[in-house]
């Protein structure tokens, strides 16, 4: 049973309503669920230090030569294609240390800018707008969404799009082996109606053209 202590828990880090409610204690770990966006948070007091998801980071294998790392990507760069005539302009944000999916879309026609608070932590990146924006399995890692999503919002041109790649949390009953909550720099789980949710705050339109990927438009301005 899921016990409603909103009233004295902060707003959620993804919408920020305060329909927090306890999901799950594991491994000593609270998982909090909002009755609102959906979204399932590990609690503040359990995030990792920056210490612990550099080293995590380092054990990750984005060899932009790997053929199966490419045929994973391929799911997210194909129905992102189908919006983006090239050549257009677009930020790759948390692209690792391995920038494959930026050199696909250089292959595509497009110019690729690169952005990660890690690895490439340039921050002139963020000082200009895009035609488009990747996030491929970096929204999870976010311990601030909706601070994130708004920097998207400043970041991307009138009719831009952002293109989310994460595995969506649908299984409550599997949270606990679920290997994707077991990486402990994962601290943020979406679902379908999570997204819905923060386009809707935006003033986004979004689809869902592919398990696990959400691509979210920017509106056009009225000339």
């Given at each position: 049973m899921q016990h409603?202590?909103?009233?004295?828990l902060p707003p959620c880090r993804v919408c920020e309503e305060r329909q927090l409610a306890l999901f799950a204690v594991i491994?000593?770990?609270t998982y909090w669920r909002c009755a609102h966006c959906q979204a399932t948070l590990l609690a503040d007091t359990h995030l990792p230090t920056p210490?612990?998801?550099i080293a995590r980071y380092s054990q990750h294998n984005n060899?932009?030569?790997?053929?199966?790392?490419?045929?994973?990507?391929?799911r997210f760069v194909d129905p992102l294609m189908v919006e983006l005539p090239a050549p257009q302009v677009g930020l790759d944000y948390g692209c690792g240390p391995g920038p494959a999916l930026a050199q696909m879309l250089t292959e595509e026609g497009h110019e690729m800018h690169l952005y990660d608070p890690i690895f490439h932590a340039d921050a002139s990146e963020l000082e200009r707008?895009?035609?488009?924006i990747t996030c491929t399995e970096t929204v999870e890692?976010?311990?601030q969404p909706r601070a994130e999503f708004?920097?998207?919002?400043?970041?991307?041109?009138?009719?831009?799009?952002?293109?989310?790649?994460?595995?969506?949390?649908?299984?409550?009953?599997q949270f606990a082996q679920w290997h994707y909550r077991r990486d402990p720099?994962?601290?943020?789980?979406?679902r379908e109606a999570t997204f819905t949710c923060i386009a809707a705050d935006l003033g986004w339109h979004c689809k869902f053209p592919a398990r696990n990927i959400v691509l979210m438009r920017k509106p056009r301005e009225a000339r």
């Open positions: 409603d202590f909103s009233d004295g491994d000593l770990k210490s612990e998801e060899d932009p030569h790997d053929s199966r790392y490419l045929d994973f990507l391929r707008q895009y035609d488009f890692h976010f311990h708004r920097k998207f919002n400043k970041l991307l041109l009138s009719g831009g799009w952002l293109g989310v790649m994460t595995n969506f949390q649908t299984d409550d009953a720099t994962h601290v943020t789980f979406y």
